[in-house]
């Protein structure tokens, strides 16, 4: 499976929005990709995006809302944990090449 720059922005909107365990609506999300990006995320690539990284299981759906797994919340400690101020951008493309690096070997759903 590939990653796009559009799968990470999604992930990465997902984690940088959610409200612990409450998770993130669809609402902070479109919010949060217009934020880092100033672009609105496009119906296509929420679905596939979505799609993908349940499959992958770095989110996970509940009540409508949206959370990072702790698979996820791991990795994102390890490299972004204890910094007080990140590149978005740049934090969104070490999240695209992490997915590809580690989840291209698995098939689409």
Sequence with gaps: MTFKYSDALLL??????EK?????TLTDIVMYVDY??????????????????KTIRLIRERNKRFQTTDKFDIWWTRNYGQKSRFGLLKAMDEIEQ???????AIKKP
């Design 12 to 17: 990465g909107a997902i984690k940088l929005s």
């Design 20 to 24: 612990k365990e409450n998770g993130a």
């Design 36 to 53: 880092i990006n100033h672009a609105i995320i496009t119906y296509s690539e929420l679905v596939t995006g979505t799609k993908k990284l």
């Design 98 to 104: 992490y997915l590809n690096e580690e989840y291209s």
